[in-house]
């Protein structure tokens, strides 16, 4: 993560003097990404996504209608 342009300059001239750092970096990246970018985990959070929207907007509608 980097705040700012210089900060992502310092750090990408830090890791690329770095090669040990910047490949476990990369290798935990990895790992990371394939456990939690899988198929089958991004489709749970884009059902729960819908599902949370859609109870949203049923409880708005309910309001309007009067009901609680």
Do not use: C, P, W
Request: aromatic content about 8%; charged content about 45%; glycine content about 4%.
């Amino acid at each position: 993560m980097f705040y700012n342009k210089k900060d992502l300059i310092k750090k990408v001239k830090y890791y690329l003097e770095h090669d040990e750092e910047r490949r476990e970096m990369a290798r935990r990246g990895r790992e990371v990404a394939l456990q939690k970018m899988t198929y089958d985990a991004l489709m749970k959070r884009v059902i729960q996504f819908i599902g949370d929207k859609l109870s949203a907007a049923s409880k708005e509608a309910d309001e309007k209608a009067g009901k609680s």
